[in-house]
Protein backbone atom coordinates (compact mmCIF):
# COMPACT_ATOMS: atom_id res chain seq x y z
CA UNK A 1 0.00 0.00 0.00
CA UNK A 2 1.61 3.93 -1.19
CA UNK A 3 2.21 5.85 1.69
CA UNK A 4 0.46 9.70 2.35
CA UNK A 5 3.69 10.83 0.97
CA UNK A 6 4.20 8.50 -2.22
CA UNK A 7 0.46 9.56 -2.87
CA UNK A 8 1.00 12.69 -2.99
CA UNK A 9 3.97 12.79 -5.07
CA UNK A 10 1.79 11.39 -7.57
CA UNK A 11 -0.60 14.05 -7.38
CA UNK A 12 1.47 16.51 -8.16
CA UNK A 13 2.84 15.19 -11.05
CA UNK A 14 -0.31 14.65 -12.18
CA UNK A 15 -0.64 18.13 -12.06
CA UNK A 16 2.29 19.27 -13.40
CA UNK A 17 1.92 16.81 -16.58
CA UNK A 18 -1.72 16.54 -16.98
CA UNK A 19 -3.18 19.94 -15.57
CA UNK A 20 -5.04 17.14 -13.16
CA UNK A 21 -6.99 18.97 -10.37
CA UNK A 22 -6.02 17.86 -6.78
CA UNK A 23 -7.10 19.24 -3.13
CA UNK A 24 -5.24 21.11 -0.64
CA UNK A 25 -2.05 19.48 0.51
CA UNK A 26 -2.39 19.73 4.07
CA UNK A 27 0.03 19.34 6.81
CA UNK A 28 2.10 17.06 3.91
CA UNK A 29 6.04 16.15 5.15
CA UNK A 30 8.52 18.49 2.45
CA UNK A 31 11.40 16.93 3.62
CA UNK A 32 9.88 13.08 2.82
CA UNK A 33 8.52 14.45 -0.34
CA UNK A 34 11.54 15.94 -1.64
CA UNK A 35 13.72 12.58 -0.66
CA UNK A 36 10.98 10.46 -1.95
CA UNK A 37 11.49 12.62 -5.50
CA UNK A 38 15.00 12.60 -5.82
CA UNK A 39 14.43 8.93 -5.11
CA UNK A 40 12.68 8.21 -8.33
CA UNK A 41 14.12 11.11 -10.34
CA UNK A 42 11.17 13.56 -10.70
CA UNK A 43 12.28 16.39 -8.75
CA UNK A 44 12.16 18.93 -10.84
CA UNK A 45 8.71 18.42 -11.89
CA UNK A 46 7.09 18.57 -8.87
CA UNK A 47 9.74 21.78 -7.45
CA UNK A 48 7.16 24.49 -7.71
CA UNK A 49 4.72 22.58 -6.16
CA UNK A 50 6.72 20.92 -3.08
CA UNK A 51 9.32 23.99 -2.09
CA UNK A 52 6.24 25.84 0.04
CA UNK A 53 5.84 22.86 2.24
CA UNK A 54 9.99 22.92 3.24
CA UNK A 55 10.56 24.21 6.16
CA UNK A 56 11.51 27.97 5.81
CA UNK A 57 15.16 27.21 6.43
CA UNK A 58 15.41 24.29 3.81
CA UNK A 59 13.65 26.03 0.31
CA UNK A 60 16.81 27.95 -0.48
CA UNK A 61 18.84 24.45 -0.66
CA UNK A 62 15.77 22.98 -2.56
CA UNK A 63 15.67 26.25 -5.04
CA UNK A 64 19.47 25.62 -5.35
CA UNK A 65 19.13 21.84 -6.45
CA UNK A 66 16.30 22.86 -8.41
CA UNK A 67 17.70 25.17 -10.52
CA UNK A 68 21.08 22.87 -10.97
CA UNK A 69 19.33 20.12 -12.15
CA UNK A 70 17.74 22.16 -15.08
CA UNK A 71 21.16 23.66 -15.73
CA UNK A 72 22.23 20.04 -16.04
CA UNK A 73 19.11 19.17 -18.75
CA UNK A 74 20.23 22.64 -20.77
CA UNK A 75 23.84 21.40 -21.07
CA UNK A 76 22.84 18.05 -21.82
CA UNK A 77 20.82 19.46 -24.55
CA UNK A 78 23.84 21.28 -25.57
CA UNK A 79 25.73 17.97 -25.78
CA UNK A 80 22.90 16.51 -28.03
CA UNK A 81 23.40 19.83 -30.05
CA UNK A 82 27.36 19.32 -30.50
CA UNK A 83 26.70 15.38 -30.99
CA UNK A 84 24.57 16.67 -34.02
CA UNK A 85 27.13 18.90 -35.30
CA UNK A 86 30.25 16.38 -35.22
CA UNK A 87 28.29 13.37 -36.37
CA UNK A 88 26.32 15.87 -39.18
CA UNK A 89 29.62 17.37 -40.50
CA UNK A 90 31.74 14.03 -41.01
CA UNK A 91 28.36 12.28 -42.77
CA UNK A 92 27.70 9.57 -40.37
CA UNK A 93 23.50 9.05 -39.74
CA UNK A 94 22.26 8.69 -36.18
CA UNK A 95 19.40 9.64 -34.23
CA UNK A 96 19.23 10.16 -30.48
CA UNK A 97 16.64 7.61 -28.45
CA UNK A 98 15.68 7.99 -24.38
CA UNK A 99 17.01 11.32 -23.32
CA UNK A 100 15.98 14.84 -24.89
CA UNK A 101 14.03 12.55 -27.52
CA UNK A 102 12.31 12.11 -24.30
CA UNK A 103 11.78 14.96 -22.67
CA UNK A 104 10.53 16.39 -25.89
CA UNK A 105 7.20 14.93 -24.76
CA UNK A 106 6.70 16.90 -21.56
CA UNK A 107 5.05 20.53 -20.99
CA UNK A 108 8.28 21.57 -20.16
CA UNK A 109 11.41 19.54 -21.25
CA UNK A 110 13.91 20.80 -19.28
CA UNK A 111 12.48 19.57 -16.36
CA UNK A 112 12.95 15.94 -17.23
CA UNK A 113 16.00 15.00 -15.20
CA UNK A 114 18.47 13.74 -18.30
CA UNK A 115 21.38 11.26 -17.70
CA UNK A 116 23.90 10.36 -20.58
CA UNK A 117 23.55 11.17 -24.00
CA UNK A 118 22.21 8.30 -25.63
CA UNK A 119 22.44 7.90 -30.06
CA UNK A 120 22.63 4.82 -32.24
CA UNK A 121 24.14 4.57 -35.30
CA UNK A 122 24.38 1.92 -38.25
CA UNK A 123 26.33 -1.07 -37.27
CA UNK A 124 28.75 -0.03 -40.83
CA UNK A 125 29.04 2.90 -39.08
CA UNK A 126 30.42 1.84 -35.60
CA UNK A 127 34.19 2.47 -36.22
CA UNK A 128 34.13 5.27 -38.08
CA UNK A 129 32.09 7.08 -34.99
CA UNK A 130 34.34 5.32 -32.48
CA UNK A 131 37.50 6.79 -34.29
CA UNK A 132 35.74 10.38 -34.38
CA UNK A 133 35.06 10.41 -31.01
CA UNK A 134 38.35 9.62 -29.99
CA UNK A 135 39.99 11.87 -32.25
CA UNK A 136 37.84 14.94 -29.86
CA UNK A 137 38.86 14.04 -26.85
CA UNK A 138 36.50 11.30 -25.95
CA UNK A 139 37.81 8.17 -24.17
CA UNK A 140 36.30 4.63 -23.14
CA UNK A 141 37.08 2.56 -20.38
CA UNK A 142 38.24 -0.87 -20.66
CA UNK A 143 35.83 -2.36 -18.45
CA UNK A 144 32.75 -1.37 -19.48
CA UNK A 145 30.52 -4.48 -20.96
CA UNK A 146 27.05 -3.89 -22.74
CA UNK A 147 25.63 -5.86 -25.25
CA UNK A 148 24.04 -2.87 -27.11
CA UNK A 149 26.02 0.40 -26.53
CA UNK A 150 30.03 1.29 -25.90
CA UNK A 151 30.03 4.61 -23.40
CA UNK A 152 32.23 7.64 -24.32
CA UNK A 153 33.33 10.01 -21.58
CA UNK A 154 35.03 13.38 -21.77
CA UNK A 155 34.82 15.83 -18.72
CA UNK A 156 31.38 15.29 -17.30
CA UNK A 157 30.34 14.44 -20.31
CA UNK A 158 28.93 10.97 -21.48
CA UNK A 159 27.87 9.41 -24.61
CA UNK A 160 26.35 6.12 -24.79
CA UNK A 161 26.62 4.95 -28.88
CA UNK A 162 24.44 2.17 -29.20
CA UNK A 163 23.71 -0.39 -32.15
CA UNK A 164 20.90 -1.29 -31.17
CA UNK A 165 18.50 -0.38 -28.26
CA UNK A 166 18.74 -2.27 -24.68
CA UNK A 167 16.52 -4.89 -23.91
CA UNK A 168 16.07 -6.22 -27.26
CA UNK A 169 15.36 -10.02 -26.72
CA UNK A 170 17.23 -13.05 -27.88
CA UNK A 171 14.95 -15.68 -30.56
CA UNK A 172 11.63 -14.73 -33.01
CA UNK A 173 10.55 -11.78 -31.05
CA UNK A 174 14.03 -10.38 -30.57
CA UNK A 175 14.67 -10.76 -34.41
CA UNK A 176 10.97 -9.03 -35.67
CA UNK A 177 12.04 -6.29 -33.30
CA UNK A 178 15.13 -5.69 -35.07
CA UNK A 179 13.35 -5.60 -37.88
CA UNK A 180 11.20 -3.01 -36.87
CA UNK A 181 14.54 -1.24 -36.08
CA UNK A 182 16.15 -0.85 -39.17
CA UNK A 183 15.12 2.00 -40.53
CA UNK A 184 15.13 3.90 -37.49
CA UNK A 185 17.90 6.20 -38.23
CA UNK A 186 16.32 7.10 -41.76
CA UNK A 187 13.32 7.99 -40.55
CA UNK A 188 14.58 10.36 -37.89
CA UNK A 189 13.58 13.83 -37.89
CA UNK A 190 14.86 17.20 -36.50
CA UNK A 191 13.83 18.62 -33.11
CA UNK A 192 14.89 22.06 -31.98
CA UNK A 193 15.10 23.48 -28.50
CA UNK A 194 16.70 26.51 -27.29
CA UNK A 195 20.09 24.81 -27.11
CA UNK A 196 20.51 23.12 -30.29
CA UNK A 197 18.98 20.97 -32.95
CA UNK A 198 19.12 16.66 -33.32
CA UNK A 199 17.84 13.95 -34.62
CA UNK A 200 15.08 12.15 -32.50
CA UNK A 201 13.35 8.62 -33.39
CA UNK A 202 9.44 8.84 -34.83
CA UNK A 203 6.88 8.43 -32.62
CA UNK A 204 6.66 3.86 -33.25
CA UNK A 205 10.64 3.79 -32.67
CA UNK A 206 10.23 6.14 -29.62
CA UNK A 207 7.45 4.60 -28.31
CA UNK A 208 9.17 0.97 -28.90
CA UNK A 209 12.31 2.02 -27.05
CA UNK A 210 10.87 3.05 -23.85
CA UNK A 211 8.77 -0.14 -24.05
CA UNK A 212 11.79 -1.99 -24.46
CA UNK A 213 14.08 -0.01 -21.84
CA UNK A 214 11.44 0.40 -19.55
CA UNK A 215 10.84 -3.83 -19.19
CA UNK A 216 14.30 -4.66 -19.34
CA UNK A 217 14.88 -2.76 -16.18
CA UNK A 218 12.11 -2.88 -14.30
CA UNK A 219 12.75 -6.61 -14.41
CA UNK A 220 15.67 -6.10 -13.19
CA UNK A 221 17.18 -3.32 -11.29
CA UNK A 222 14.44 -1.56 -10.95
CA UNK A 223 12.51 1.55 -12.67
CA UNK A 224 11.71 4.89 -10.99
CA UNK A 225 8.79 7.18 -11.51
CA UNK A 226 10.67 8.84 -14.34
CA UNK A 227 10.45 6.00 -16.36
CA UNK A 228 6.20 6.12 -15.97
CA UNK A 229 6.59 9.72 -16.84
CA UNK A 230 8.31 9.29 -19.80
CA UNK A 231 5.68 6.58 -21.05
CA UNK A 232 2.62 8.40 -19.84
CA UNK A 233 3.23 11.76 -21.53
CA UNK A 234 4.18 9.87 -24.78
CA UNK A 235 1.09 7.34 -24.70
CA UNK A 236 -1.13 10.85 -23.81
CA UNK A 237 0.04 12.39 -26.60
CA UNK A 238 -1.39 10.28 -29.30
CA UNK A 239 -5.17 9.93 -30.33
CA UNK A 240 -6.53 5.52 -29.50
CA UNK A 241 -6.72 5.90 -34.04
CA UNK A 242 -3.44 6.85 -34.08
CA UNK A 243 -1.54 4.41 -31.27
CA UNK A 244 -3.79 1.47 -32.78
CA UNK A 245 -2.69 2.09 -36.10
CA UNK A 246 1.02 2.19 -35.22
CA UNK A 247 1.16 0.07 -32.63
CA UNK A 248 -1.05 -2.42 -32.13
CA UNK A 249 -0.48 -5.36 -34.79
CA UNK A 250 3.46 -4.86 -33.96
CA UNK A 251 3.47 -5.11 -30.19
CA UNK A 252 0.87 -8.26 -30.73
CA UNK A 253 3.45 -9.36 -32.84
CA UNK A 254 6.55 -9.02 -30.53
CA UNK A 255 3.98 -9.24 -26.91
CA UNK A 256 4.63 -6.28 -26.12
CA UNK A 257 1.23 -5.09 -26.34
CA UNK A 258 -0.23 -6.11 -22.99
CA UNK A 259 2.66 -4.45 -21.48
CA UNK A 260 1.71 -1.19 -23.06
CA UNK A 261 -1.72 -1.39 -22.32
CA UNK A 262 -0.79 -2.15 -18.43
CA UNK A 263 1.74 1.17 -17.96
CA UNK A 264 -1.01 3.36 -19.69
CA UNK A 265 -3.27 1.79 -17.30
CA UNK A 266 -0.92 2.70 -14.75
CA UNK A 267 -0.36 6.44 -15.97
CA UNK A 268 -4.02 6.94 -16.11
CA UNK A 269 -4.51 5.74 -12.67
CA UNK A 270 -2.11 7.40 -11.01
CA UNK A 271 -0.71 10.38 -12.75
CA UNK A 272 -4.57 11.53 -14.70
CA UNK A 273 -2.95 10.39 -18.34
CA UNK A 274 -6.18 10.65 -20.64
CA UNK A 275 -7.64 7.27 -20.67
CA UNK A 276 -6.97 5.75 -24.22
CA UNK A 277 -9.83 2.79 -25.02
CA UNK A 278 -7.10 0.09 -26.58
CA UNK A 279 -5.85 0.07 -23.24
CA UNK A 280 -8.45 -0.54 -21.49
CA UNK A 281 -9.44 -3.80 -22.53
CA UNK A 282 -8.25 -5.73 -19.22
CA UNK A 283 -7.91 -3.46 -16.21
CA UNK A 284 -6.48 -5.13 -13.61
CA UNK A 285 -6.44 -3.07 -10.26
CA UNK A 286 -4.72 -5.05 -7.95
CA UNK A 287 -1.77 -5.82 -10.81
CA UNK A 288 -1.72 -1.82 -11.20
CA UNK A 289 -1.25 -1.54 -7.05
CA UNK A 290 1.56 -3.53 -6.94
CA UNK A 291 3.28 -2.42 -10.11
CA UNK A 292 3.19 1.06 -8.25
CA UNK A 293 4.47 -0.67 -5.05
CA UNK A 294 6.95 -2.30 -6.79
CA UNK A 295 8.32 1.07 -8.56
CA UNK A 296 8.60 2.93 -5.42
CA UNK A 297 10.20 -0.07 -3.49
CA UNK A 298 12.76 0.45 -6.16
CA UNK A 299 13.41 3.83 -6.95
CA UNK A 300 15.06 5.06 -10.22
CA UNK A 301 17.44 1.64 -11.12
CA UNK A 302 17.43 0.14 -8.04
CA UNK A 303 17.95 3.37 -5.83
CA UNK A 304 16.67 2.50 -2.66
CA UNK A 305 17.18 -1.25 -3.04
CA UNK A 306 20.81 -2.21 -4.20
CA UNK A 307 19.91 -5.65 -3.83
CA UNK A 308 17.10 -5.92 -6.49
CA UNK A 309 19.63 -6.66 -9.37
CA UNK A 310 20.60 -10.27 -7.39
CA UNK A 311 16.74 -11.12 -6.92
CA UNK A 312 16.66 -10.42 -11.05
CA UNK A 313 19.17 -13.07 -11.42
CA UNK A 314 16.65 -15.96 -9.80
CA UNK A 315 13.65 -14.76 -12.45
CA UNK A 316 15.43 -14.18 -15.16
CA UNK A 317 17.24 -14.64 -17.94
CA UNK A 318 19.68 -12.24 -20.00
CA UNK A 319 19.05 -14.07 -23.75
CA UNK A 320 15.52 -14.06 -22.96
CA UNK A 321 15.04 -10.55 -21.40
CA UNK A 322 12.44 -12.07 -19.02
CA UNK A 323 10.45 -13.51 -16.50
CA UNK A 324 10.51 -17.30 -17.21
CA UNK A 325 9.05 -20.25 -15.04
CA UNK A 326 10.76 -22.72 -13.45
CA UNK A 327 12.46 -22.97 -9.83
CA UNK A 328 14.25 -20.07 -8.39
CA UNK A 329 17.56 -22.98 -7.92
CA UNK A 330 17.03 -23.40 -11.74
CA UNK A 331 17.22 -19.34 -12.38
CA UNK A 332 19.97 -19.59 -9.73
CA UNK A 333 22.35 -21.98 -12.20
CA UNK A 334 21.22 -20.71 -15.13
CA UNK A 335 22.16 -17.24 -13.95
CA UNK A 336 25.97 -18.61 -12.96
CA UNK A 337 26.02 -20.22 -16.36
CA UNK A 338 25.33 -17.42 -18.05
CA UNK A 339 27.91 -15.26 -15.72
CA UNK A 340 30.72 -17.46 -16.16
CA UNK A 341 30.51 -18.12 -20.13
CA UNK A 342 30.79 -14.02 -19.78
CA UNK A 343 33.92 -14.28 -17.96
CA UNK A 344 35.24 -17.38 -19.73
CA UNK A 345 33.55 -17.34 -23.89
CA UNK A 346 35.76 -20.62 -23.88
CA UNK A 347 32.81 -22.34 -22.02
CA UNK A 348 30.24 -21.86 -24.74
CA UNK A 349 31.84 -24.72 -26.82
CA UNK A 350 29.79 -28.13 -25.86
CA UNK A 351 33.51 -29.71 -24.86
CA UNK A 352 34.30 -26.94 -22.30
CA UNK A 353 30.46 -27.51 -20.36
CA UNK A 354 32.60 -29.94 -17.62
CA UNK A 355 34.76 -26.85 -16.56
CA UNK A 356 31.78 -24.67 -15.79
CA UNK A 357 32.06 -25.13 -11.84
CA UNK A 358 35.73 -23.40 -12.71
CA UNK A 359 33.30 -20.69 -14.03
CA UNK A 360 31.43 -20.43 -11.04
CA UNK A 361 34.62 -20.20 -8.99
CA UNK A 362 35.53 -17.39 -11.09
CA UNK A 363 31.88 -15.62 -11.07
CA UNK A 364 31.92 -15.55 -7.18
CA UNK A 365 35.46 -14.82 -6.45
CA UNK A 366 34.97 -11.41 -8.81
CA UNK A 367 31.63 -10.65 -6.99
CA UNK A 368 33.37 -11.10 -3.87
CA UNK A 369 35.84 -9.15 -4.61
CA UNK A 370 33.39 -6.40 -5.90
CA UNK A 371 31.91 -6.68 -2.51
CA UNK A 372 34.97 -5.54 -0.99
CA UNK A 373 35.47 -2.85 -3.17
CA UNK A 374 32.53 -1.64 -2.28
CA UNK A 375 31.45 -2.15 -6.11
CA UNK A 376 28.44 -4.89 -5.32
CA UNK A 377 26.00 -4.75 -2.72
CA UNK A 378 26.04 -7.61 -0.24
CA UNK A 379 24.20 -11.02 -1.09
CA UNK A 380 20.86 -11.45 2.06
CA UNK A 381 20.10 -14.74 0.65
CA UNK A 382 16.50 -14.67 2.34
CA UNK A 383 15.43 -11.02 1.19
CA UNK A 384 16.66 -12.38 -1.66
CA UNK A 385 14.44 -14.94 -2.25
CA UNK A 386 11.27 -13.22 -0.93
CA UNK A 387 11.65 -10.43 -2.98
CA UNK A 388 12.26 -12.69 -6.28
CA UNK A 389 9.40 -14.43 -5.49
CA UNK A 390 6.81 -11.40 -5.08
CA UNK A 391 8.29 -9.81 -7.97
CA UNK A 392 8.36 -12.30 -10.65
CA UNK A 393 4.00 -13.07 -9.88
CA UNK A 394 4.09 -9.18 -11.00
CA UNK A 395 6.30 -9.41 -13.99
CA UNK A 396 5.17 -12.91 -14.87
CA UNK A 397 1.12 -10.97 -15.62
CA UNK A 398 2.97 -8.86 -18.76
CA UNK A 399 3.65 -11.47 -21.14
CA UNK A 400 6.43 -9.87 -22.17
CA UNK A 401 7.63 -11.23 -25.68
CA UNK A 402 5.04 -13.71 -25.12
CA UNK A 403 2.24 -13.85 -28.11
CA UNK A 404 -1.44 -14.38 -26.77
CA UNK A 405 -4.26 -15.39 -29.21
Known sequence: MLSETQA????????????????????ADGQLLLTEAMQQTVFPLVYSELVALLPREEQPGARELYFSSVAMSIENARSHGHLHELLSENGIPYVIIKGMAAAAYYPVPFQRTMGDVDFLVAREDLARTKELLLANGYTTHKGDRSRAHIAFYKEKETLEMHWEPNGVPEGREGDICRQYLADIVERAHLHTTSSGSFLVPSAFHHGLILLLHTATHMIDTGIGLRHICDWAVFAGSLSDAKFRELFEERLKNVGLWRFAQLLTQLSSRYLGCPKRSWAMEDVQKPLLSAMMEDIFNSGNFGQKDQERINEAKLMTSKETQTVTGGSLSG???RSLNEKAEME?????????RLLLPVGWACVGLRHLYLVWRGKKPRIHVQKMVRGARKRSQIYKEFYLFKRRG
Open 8 to 27: LLLRMLGKKLFQRQISPYGE
Open 331 to 333: HLL
Open 344 to 352: MPLLRKPKA
